[in-house]
T-cell receptor
Framework: GAVVSQHPSRVICKSGTSVKIECRSL??????MFWYRQFPKKSLMLMAT?????????EQGVEKDKFLINHASLTLSTLTVTSAHPEDSSFYIC?????????????????FGPGTRLTVT | GQQLNQSPQSMFIQEGEDVSMNCTSS?????WLWYKQDPGEGPVLLIA?????ELTSNGRLTAQFGITRKDSFLNISASIPSDVGIYFC??????????????FGKGTKLSVKP
């Protein structure tokens, strides 16, 4: 159980184009999903918290107009990198929290997707 | 902002050796989680801890939630080659503004001794 998928796993795009990354919880419902960015040999940097049916909460320093997040259902959140530039190249990872455990032990466990490697040329 | 200190940053293991790593925080945490990340993949949850003093095992892995609620350790017994990777601790601080979001340590990289 608690499987999270991401698509695509790897994408190369040209500078100035937009890229959409999908994050899906496959066997549970997730009212909250998180988007992280990870640079080589570095820890995870939280970009935003995505709540189903409401606007995402962005961390300080993360441009919400550049990284558009949509959490339209309990099993899907998308991150769109708009007008991508080479400096946006990174490993993007989503995670999801199981809504079914809310208020109970385990409710703060996050399950991660396999990540998306974005390369902007 | 809140930070977690994870140590060691890296270590080399020889098959069969026991391994230990820990995380400390400057404030009280309600939850401690330990993850392992292989290259090019997302972190995988290994152990979750919810109560001060709690000691939990998952196979050869054992983790404890410190009594002070400001630290946690992870032990790996009788290490094997597939244990290599980066281990992250993560915790949920005990203040309302966190919205339950996790804070991550910088990771401990396990490599095989040459």
């Amino acid at each position: 159980g608690a499987v999270v998928s991401q698509h695509p796993s790897r994408v190369i795009c040209k500078s100035g184009t937009s890229v959409k990354i999908e994050c899906r919880s496959l066997d549970f419902q997730a009212t909250t999903m998180f988007w992280y960015r990870q640079f080589p040999k570095k820890s995870l940097m939280l970009m935003a918290t995505s709540n189903e049916g409401s606007k995402a909460t962005y961390e300080q320093g993360v441009e919400k107009d550049k990284f558009l997040i949509n959490h339209a259902s309990l099993t899907l959140s998308t991150l769109t990198v708009t007008s991508a530039h080479p400096e946006d190249s990174s490993f993007y990872i989503c995670s999801a929290r199981d809504a079914g455990t809310s208020g109970r032990r385990g409710s703060y466990e996050q399950y991660f997707g396999p990540g998306t490697r974005l390369t902007v040329t | 902002g809140q930070q977690l200190n994870q140590s060691p940053q890296s270590m080399f293991i020889q098959e069969g050796e026991d391994v230990s790593m820990n995380c400390t925080s400057s404030s009280i945490f309600n939850t401690w989680l330990w993850y392992k990340q292989d290259p090019g993949e997302g972190p995988v949850l290994l152990i979750a801890l919810y109560k001060a003093g709690e000691l939990t095992s998952n196979g050869r892995l054992t983790a404890q939630f410190g009594i002070t609620r400001k630290d946690s350790f992870l032990n790996i017994s009788a290490s094997i080659p597939s244990d290599v990777g980066i281990y992250f601790c993560a915790g949920r601080p005990n203040y309302g503004g966190s919205q339950g979001n996790l804070i991550f340590g910088k990771g401990t990289k396990l490599s095989v001794k040459p």
